[in-house]
């Protein structure tokens, strides 16, 4: 909750900066297998990327959210995007549904093959709905400010994975402990 300074963590609890980043590693580790989202009926959910860097290169940030709830059901980092990255976060937010819902989505062509391999309905929209997609990466890239939207990673064999246990954490910590403004509530409570 104090944000991502390492050093602002480390006065609070009296201790250096790089025994806070280890912290930080063990905790991604933990929550990195914990569910996102419990299995729900979903209407609509919204489907985007953003890019980020990771030292300094593009990477890809895919999120997969609930409109009606807020919430995020999946999340995926990856080097590219593609149809493959696509199916791959669409799957997994279908784990999190009892139903089949509708997905929306912008204008990418990437996302045609995807849907149809899928068998699933893709709208395409631009704005409308999608803007709660979009004010969800506005949250996201304010906590990465600090670092000015970069990874710094050196290793780029761990780069996309340390990505993908950030997301992930950071969209459980949405989920779970912080109150939505519009909704009241975490999103995760929403039934």
Same mark, same amino acid.
């Given at each position: 909750?104090?944000?991502?300074?390492?050093?602002?963590?480390?006065?609070?609890?009296?201790?250096?900066?790089?025994?806070?980043?280890?912290?930080?590693? +063990?905790?991604?580790?933990?929550?990195?297998? +914990?569910?996102?989202?419990?299995?729900?009926?979903?209407?609509?959910?919204?489907?985007?990327?953003?890019?980020? +860097?990771?030292?300094?290169?593009?990477?890809?940030?895919?999120?997969?959210?609930?409109?009606?709830?807020?919430?995020?059901?999946?999340?995926?980092?990856?080097?590219?995007?593609?149809?493959?990255?696509?199916?791959?976060?669409?799957?997994?937010?279908?784990?999190?549904?009892?139903?089949?819902?509708?997905?929306?989505?912008?204008?990418?062509?990437?996302? +045609?093959?995807?849907?149809?391999?899928?068998?699933?309905?893709?709208?395409?929209?631009?704005?409308?709905?999608?803007?709660?997609?979009?004010?969800?990466?506005?949250?996201?890239?304010?906590?990465?400010?600090?670092?000015?939207?970069?990874?710094?990673?050196?290793?780029?064999?761990?780069?996309?994975?340390?990505?993908?246990?950030?997301?992930?954490?950071?969209?459980?910590?949405?989920?779970?402990?912080?109150?939505?403004?519009?909704?009241?509530?975490?999103?995760?409570?929403?039934?």
């Amino acid at each position: 909750m104090e944000g991502l300074s390492l050093r602002a963590i480390g006065r609070r609890f009296h201790v250096c900066k790089e025994t806070v980043r280890k912290w930080i590693l +063990k905790f991604e580790e933990a929550f990195a297998r +914990k569910k996102l989202a419990s299995k729900k009926e979903r209407d609509v959910i919204l489907l985007d990327e953003t890019k980020v +860097k990771r030292d300094g290169r593009m990477a890809y940030v895919t999120i997969c959210l609930d409109l009606e709830r807020r919430e995020v059901v999946s999340s995926l980092a990856s080097r590219s995007i593609s149809s493959l990255s696509t199916i791959n976060v669409v799957r997994e937010a279908l784990k999190s549904c009892r139903n089949t819902p509708i997905v929306i989505t912008d204008h990418a062509p990437w996302y +045609k093959y995807a849907f149809q391999s899928l068998g699933l309905c893709n709208i395409q929209r631009t704005f409308s709905f999608r803007n709660y997609i979009e004010r969800w990466y506005r949250t996201l890239k304010q906590r990465t400010r600090r670092f000015y939207n970069n990874f710094p990673i050196k290793d780029p064999s761990q780069a996309i994975e340390r990505i993908g246990r950030f997301l992930h954490l950071f969209a459980y910590w949405y989920n779970r402990m912080r109150p939505h403004e519009t909704l009241r509530c975490v999103p995760g409570d929403v039934k």
